[in-house]
């Protein structure tokens, strides 16, 4: 920048440079008329603008009075200016002075000699005295000349005249003023007038120069912002600077212009009027100085639309870079929501989502990118414009489409693998459903009908039938789609298509050894067998019939007959193997759209978030309540938090945000199982809960009776008291399980899904919070594990070494037992509610009784029955345990 201005001062310094040439001569002058204009118009000097026969300029001394009064300063100074008016080359020549001492004496001529030799500034070249016209006079004026001549020290010669012919011959009369006999027009006043507004000239010229030679090196020395504001300040001053100096040039332009026509208004009187030399070169000097001063205001405006020019560019560039910063703000916001979006999915529904969410995000950005595109588009026409920014402009065009392209290049690619897993998904979906009814055929064939051969036939029909749907349904395929996209599969997605394939596998051959078995049936006649499985469900690709049918619960022997005689259990699914081994038949299709059980879950949550609001507004705002400070009980003081637990922390999560996401569920049921997977970690806010809660009663045990909680239940015109509603986030939390279990219940097989299972999982384990006033000897409670499973049971102990207690002898009947099965042990307690401090409500507490290890690890336990008759080895996975229940009237438990 600093080179670029001293390149743009350049042609202003030339003008500047002429132009302080002619204010350097006009420096030299010591006086200006103004500064002398009392002596000037005294006129006993003139400067009348006649000239010698060799050019010289002529100084009048006319006939003054009082010559001989004067002070010596102002005969000085009148001189000297006189001296000063003419060029340096006319000066040069030397000055002719008259002295007209016609009606004097010689004492005022001795004294103007006297003078003049000892005061006169310039070079003279002649001195010519007109001598006293009186007789008397004369005489002593010869005499005193003669005596005298040698006393005046001048180099020239002083010639005395007797009149004015004598003048003649040494100055023509076209040289001279009217007062000695010539023709030359001459005004005295009006020559006083002249070199004024001259010189008032100069001075104006001089200072406007000096102004514009300021502000040019201002203008090159100033630093260009770096913020538009800034900019468009600094714009804004100099541009009003600029206007003020070019009225001051227009204003010192008019003023030379005006004295230029009166000096054009003199020579213009008559035809044969000439300027006499000093108007002549007055005349040059006023023409000279405008020519000077147009130079200079071109030279100046040239300067100043570089300067202004690059103003505006600065500007142009400040506005670029703050909506460069905007935009690439946004597109790298955008990215990196882009950047963390899944492109796999658990399943179809939530790729579904997640293509909406790519396609909702890609809308978003449109108006973005198609800004950042225009933006680039006004970089390239800033460079195309020769922009001085030329270098910092195009990298951040660049920039800017590289961000667009990769925002572009990347959400393609987010689509192409969404696509890709949602083909795989769909196919993994397919090969499950198909599975699901196949081994729901496989089940629900019945036993005494397969046993002749017209029911072997119609059975072997019925598989073959369905074995069509696998090419029709195209199952295949997902082992190719697999093999297709490995590359943009997460290890979770390939294990679950393995886990599909293996599926498939295991079902075709469930249904090969079916097809088998039947073909043997319809080869020969069999003994018929008694059946004992309960009646057969209509097959999924069936519709149930109308009329409910007759149900029997068969023997547990005769399920456990059905089920290995038939089916691979390991191909089973948990709904499965729920619906063959409680033996139970569904009738009615309806209960497959659970509508009432969500509408049932969002208005009861819509009572929750008021009823939580009511306790936060009416009881715990209330203890900061200056008015019922007196009725605040000592012991609530600084326990505000014991009382109620991390209560607000559930009710913000429930106000702000769960309750809203089950209201968007409402059309779209199936989506609730994933607002309760997205917010698991949330809900375990309730844990913190449930913790708090033993702590948060014994309070309440101790000032629940107080007159602040009195008079609080009573503004709030409830008819519970508040113990009851702090127990809302417990009952709520099972409400939840409760709801998930039966909408499972209802789904069972054609619409369970993964989902489901898992929501319902996590319910379970949000309420399976671990006990406080569990009296465990042997350890800390938080050493056995994560809580699986709890509930009461039956329990019955048998040991074969015999009994070591007495008591046991007389155990005929069952113990009951609350037991806590945790990662490394199962508990045996007995659950106690006492009642404490004269409190109507009882407090549960759990007393330790006996304990076995537990390994968990692979999920396997046993199930005796019948004294070890049969012994059946099961096992889950452990995220699956506190899913499973086990109702038993009665299981044996053995050392």
């Not at 040698?150 to 003023?177: A, E, H, R």
């Not at 000695?180 to 070199?195: F, V």
């Not at 073909?519 to 209509?538: C, D, G, I, M, Y």
Request: charged share 25%; net charge neutral.
């Amino acid at each position: 920048d600093e080179v670029g201005g001293a390149q743009r001062m350049a042609p202003f310094c030339v003008a500047m440079a002429l132009f302080h040439d002619e204010i350097m001569q006009q420096e030299i002058r010591p006086l200006l008329a103004v500064d002398i204009i009392e002596q000037l118009h005294r006129q006993f000097a003139l400067l009348s603008g006649g000239r010698g026969k060799d050019g010289a300029p002529i100084i009048t001394f006319p006939e003054y009075s009082g010559f001989g009064d004067l002070v010596a300063e102002d005969f000085q100074n009148v001189v000297t200016y006189l001296t000063s008016i003419p060029s340096l080359d006319v000066a040069s020549i030397g000055f002719v002075i008259i002295i007209d001492r016609r009606r004097d004496k010689w004492s005022s001529v001795k004294a103007s000699l006297t003078r003049i030799a000892g005061a006169f500034p310039g070079n003279l070249q002649l001195v010519l005295v007109l001598r006293p016209s009186r007789f008397f006079q004369r005489a002593i004026a010869d005499i005193g000349m003669k005596l005298h001549r040698d006393d005046f020290k001048m180099k020239v010669p002083i010639v005395m005249l007797n009149s004015l012919s004598d003048l003649y011959g040494y100055v023509d009369k076209g040289q001279l003023t009217c007062e000695l006999g010539g023709n030359l027009d001459y005004c005295h006043s009006q020559w006083i007038h002249r070199r004024t507004a001259i010189e008032n000239f100069a001075v104006t010229v001089k200072t406007t120069a000096q102004m514009l030679q300021k502000f040019g090196i201002d203008l090159a020395e100033t630093e260009l912002p770096n913020d538009v504001q800034c900019t468009k300040d600094l714009l804004t001053t100099h541009t009003e600077k600029h206007d003020k100096l070019k009225d001051e040039l227009k204003l010192a332009m008019k003023q030379g212009i005006t004295l230029l026509g009166c000096i054009k208004e003199q020579a213009a009187k008559s035809e044969n009027h000439q300027l006499n030399p000093d108007e002549m070169e007055n005349h040059i000097t006023v023409e000279r100085l405008l020519a000077q001063l147009d130079e200079t205001e071109n030279a100046f405006e040239q300067f100043w639309s570089k300067h202004h020019l690059k103003l505006e560019q600065c500007l142009q560039f400040r506005h670029f870079e703050h909506d460069f910063r905007e935009v690439k703000v946004s597109l790298d916001s955008l990215m990196a929501t882009l950047t963390a979006l899944s492109d796999i999915g658990d399943c179809v529904t939530l790729v579904d989502m997640l293509l909406k969410d790519l396609k909702t995000l890609e809308e978003k950005a449109q108006e973005s990118l198609e800004k950042a595109q225009l933006h680039a588009l006004h970089g390239d026409q800033l460079i195309q414009s020769n922009h001085y920014s030329v270098d910092s402009i195009r990298p951040k065009c660049v920039e800017l489409r590289r961000i667009c392209d990769d925002f572009t290049n990347e959400a393609q690619k987010k689509y192409d693998v969404l696509s890709k897993s949602r083909q795989i998904h769909k196919g993994i979906d397919k090969v499950n459903q198909w599975c699901e009814s196949g081994v729901y055929l496989l089940a629900s064939q019945a036993v005494d009908k397969c046993q002749s051969q017209e029911g072997a036939e119609a059975a072997l029909q019925d598989i073959e039938k369905f074995l069509e749907t696998a090419k029709e349904n195209q199952l295949s395929d997902l082992k190719n789609i697999h093999n297709q996209y490995e590359l943009v599969l997460n290890i979770e997605v390939k294990a679950n298509v393995q886990k599909a394939l293996k599926r498939l596998d295991d079902v075709q051959e469930m249904f090969e050894k079916r097809q088998v078995s039947l073909k043997k049936l319809s080869a020969k006649q069999t003994r018929p067998v008694q059946p004992v499985a309960p009646r057969p469900e209509s097959s999924p690709k069936r519709p149930a019939p109308h009329k409910t049918p007759k149900t029997t619960c068969a023997a547990p022997e005769a399920v456990d007959v059905l089920i290995m005689g038939f089916i691979n259990l390991s191909a089973l699914t948990n709904t499965t193997k729920g619906l063959l081994c409680n033996c139970c038949v569904l009738t009615d299709p309806v209960f497959f759209l659970p509508r009432h059980i969500m509408n049932e879950l969002i208005e009861t949550e819509r009572l929750y978030v008021e009823e939580l609001q009511s306790i936060m507004e009416g009881y715990a705002a209330e203890l900061d309540n200056t008015e019922l400070s007196p009725l605040i009980p000592a012991a609530l003081e600084n326990k505000k938090d014991v009382l109620f637990g991390n209560l607000p922390e559930i009710y913000e999560f429930h106000n702000r945000t769960f309750f809203k996401e089950l209201e968007n569920c409402m059309e779209r049921p199936e989506l609730v199982g994933t607002c309760f997977l997205k917010r698991k970690e949330e809900l375990q806010i309730y844990e913190k809960y449930c913790q708090n809660k033993p702590r948060s009663e014994a309070l309440w045990r101790q000032c629940g009776d107080s007159l602040f909680f009195q008079e609080c239940q009573k503004k709030l015109d409830h008819k519970l008291s508040l113990d009851a509603y702090l127990l809302k986030p417990v009952q709520r939390i099972t409400k939840y399980q409760l709801m998930v279990k039966a909408s499972l219940s209802l789904r069972l097989i054609f619409h369970f899904s993964t989902i489901q299972s898992q929501v319902y999982c996590m319910c379970e384990g949000v309420g399976l919070m671990s006990p406080v006033c569990l009296s465990h000897p042997q350890g800390n409670l938080s050493e056995l594990g994560k809580l699986l499973m709890q509930g009461s049971f039956n329990v019955w102990t048998d040991h074969k070494k015999g009994h070591s207690k007495v008591k046991d002898l007389a155990r005929f009947k069952p113990m009951q037992r609350h037991l806590f099965l945790y990662n490394k042990m199962l508990l045996f307690c007995k659950k106690r509610e006492e009642t404490t401090d004269g409190h109507e409500k009882p407090s549960a507490s759990y007393s330790f009784k006996h304990s076995l290890k537990v390994r968990l690890a692979c999920g396997k336990f046993e199930v005796w029955y019948n004294g070890r008759e049969e012994v059946y080895i099961i096992q889950v996975h452990v995220h699956k345990l506190s899913a499973l229940k086990l109702k038993l009237n009665c299981f044996h438990l053995n050392d």
